[in-house]
């Protein structure tokens, strides 16, 4: 059974920094590719970022193109999002979900999924 646990995240002003984690617990390591979402309000939730299993593929939605990096550690079988430039509107909360269909279609049971983490940028 797969575990996601998240952590990272908070308030910070725009043009800010942070960074997000997610670990991933299961019994035996998979190639697994990673995906970030986010729930914002007043929309769906949406495509962010994704990262292939190796490490040697990124995807990114437009709008946080050249402003957030995915990326993988595999020692640490943690998956991380870097968010620089942080703008108001990237405020909601984000979510790390396994890939199904690369680049932007993940899983939808719940262990598939990390719980959350809420991202605030201030203006």
């Known amino acids: 059974q797969v575990h996601l646990v998240q952590s990272g995240g908070g308030l910070v002003q725009a043009g800010g920094s942070l960074r997000l984690a997610c670990v991933v617990f299961?019994?035996?390591?998979?190639?697994?590719?990673m995906g970030w979402f986010r729930q914002t309000p007043g929309k769906e939730r949406e495509f962010v970022a994704a990262v292939s299993w190796n490490n040697e593929t990124t995807h990114y939605a437009d709008v946080v193109k050249g402003r957030f990096t995915a990326s993988r550690d595999s020692a640490r079988n943690t998956w991380s999002l870097q968010m620089n430039s942080l703008e108001p509107q990237d405020t909601g909360v984000y979510y790390c979900?396994?890939?199904?269909?690369?680049?932007?279609?993940?899983?939808?049971?719940?262990?598939?999924w990390g719980q959350g983490t809420q991202v605030t940028v201030s203006s």
């Open positions: 979900a396994i890939i199904r269909n690369w680049p932007n279609q993940p899983y939808s049971d719940r262990d598939s």
């Open positions: 299961r019994p035996t390591l998979s190639s697994w590719h």
